[in-house]
């Protein structure tokens, strides 16, 4: 079918000529009476926990089987009953000789990002290795049918059983099931109930991808490994001759413009001199006003540290003034050229961050109790990733003191002291030496 496809198109774009058509292709299947192949049932369908445990799965064989299965498709899924092109498998459950849902599984998605990137493919081993994922097509549960749990049942029946099916019919058996959810329809609950993982969302582009723009509706994309015997896992057989590419980097453009390192160090340097005469004129006025002679030397040495430092801030800010924004990647010296990560990398990356942002979320809530705004809080809390402190051990006590340096505003430092006693009464150790950290 898809080989057939692809010929029309090539033919309708005059890229070559295919032969006069022989016989007109039927434009549309005998309709059949849904009632007359598959009687309704006179009421609901409600099973038991000791029914729902006895469900069994038949794989469609027969014409007739073929027929009823269109015929519910047709008359009760929303995307009706379109055929599925390549290897295909279909199902239906039973209860006690009654169907109570069908299910059709076929070739998998040509591109899927969220997909390829939680098995880690590039496209060389996606090619290698699509036939190896099968996409669960269509799932049906009659309107009649009304049974808690019945759905994710019978996924988890379908994922023990598919593989052996697969190899019976097609002489190899598939390693990862795949579906996809409609977002405006359904939430995917009885794929996660069992133990799909959701690897992400589709674009809404279709398979085409004509204009890059969203024509189709939202889906999200979920995966789970086809459980079966004596055979290596998943994700060897699917990236196997792949490279490492968790950890992998490449080259970017030359011409491609980024921040200038030596501008970026100009602006932290600015900044840790600002820091600085803010320390030194909040030790200068917390100062007692004695007149004594060491006083006011001490007093004097103060007020010449502060000049020195904005005369410094002022040759630096000259000096920034003077140097560009943005460079282009080439200019740079090749070892401090950025490299990026391989495409399939950003999964970990973006699992970092996540990390990352969460942690930071965590201790924003903590310091809300003293600080109304939550910029503010997540502001404090990034100064406070980056300050300077002091590390005491203690073998003794079997103790690691942090002690934070003081920030420039009270308020903050009363904010930070709360924040590090409740970080204390968690009772964190040291993974190597086993020493209890104290927050100070």
């Given amino acids: 079918m898809s080989c057939k496809v692809a010929l029309l198109r090539m033919h309708r774009a005059r890229l070559i000529a295919l032969p006069a058509i022989k016989r007109a292709a039927p434009q549309c299947r005998k309709k059949t009476d849904v009632g007359m192949l598959l009687p309704l049932p006179q009421s609901l369908i409600i099973l038991s926990a000791e029914q729902l445990r006895h469900v069994c799965l038949d794989v469609v064989q027969t014409q007739a089987e073929r027929a009823i299965y269109h015929q519910l498709m047709q008359a009760h899924h929303y995307l009706g009953a379109a055929s599925m092109a390549g290897a295909q498998l279909r199902y239906f459950a039973r209860s006690g000789g009654e169907v109570v849902s069908a299910l059709g599984f076929g070739a998998s998605a040509w591109l ?84 799909w993982i959701e690897v992400g969302t589709t674009k809404g582009r279709g398979k085409l991808k004509k204009n890059y723009q969203r024509v189709l509706p939202l889906k999200t994309s ?43 160090l100009l602006d932290k340097t600015v900044k840790e001199c600002n820091r600085h005469i803010r320390k030194l004129q909040a030790e200068l006025g917390a100062a007692k006003p004695d007149l004594d002679g060491e006083s006011i030397q001490w007093r004097a040495e103060r007020l010449e540290d502060i000049q020195m430092c904005m005369k410094e801030k002022a040759d630096l ?85 942090i002690r934070i340096h003081r920030m420039a505003c009270p308020a903050h430092d009363k904010a930070i002291s709360s924040l590090l006693a409740d970080l204390t009464k968690a009772t964190f150790h040291h993974p190597q030496t086993g020493a209890r950290i104290v927050h100070k």
């Avoid at 990137?117 to 090619?127: A, E, K, P, V, Y």
Wanted: one cysteine or more.
């Fill in 317 to 401: 800010c000259l000096q920034r003034r003077s140097t560009p924004k943005k460079v282009t990647i080439g200019s740079l010296p090749e070892a401090e050229r950025p490299t990026q990560l391989l495409p399939m990398a950003k999964i970990l990356t973006d699992t970092v961050k996540m990390i990352a942002y969460r942690a930071e979320t965590a201790l924003v809530g903590l310091l809300r109790k003293h600080l109304k705004k939550e910029d503010e809080a997540r502001a404090l809390v990034r100064e406070l990733l980056v300050s300077s402190a002091d590390i005491l051990p203690n073998e003794k006590e079997n103790t690691l003191t």
């Fill in 112 to 195: 899927v990002a969220g997909r390829d990137c939680f098995i880690g493919w590039l496209d060389s081993s996606r090619h290698a290795g699509l036939h190896l994922v099968v996409n669960n097509k269509r799932f049906l549960i009659p309107p009649w049918v009304q049974t808690r749990n019945l759905a994710s049942r019978l996924l988890s029946l379908l994922s023990r059983r598919i593989a052996a099916d697969w190899l019976n019919r097609y002489g190899y058996s598939p390693v990862l099931l795949e579906t996809f959810v409609e977002l405006e329809r359904f939430t995917g609950a009885c794929y996660r109930a069992a133990n």
């Fill in 222 to 264: 979920w995966s789970i490994p086809s459980e079966k015997t004596s055979a290596p896992s998943s994700t060897d057989e699917l990236t196997r001759g792949s490279p490492n590419i968790y950890y992998g980097s490449e080259s970017l453009p030359s011409t491609l413009l980024m921040v200038n390192p030596a501008r970026r």
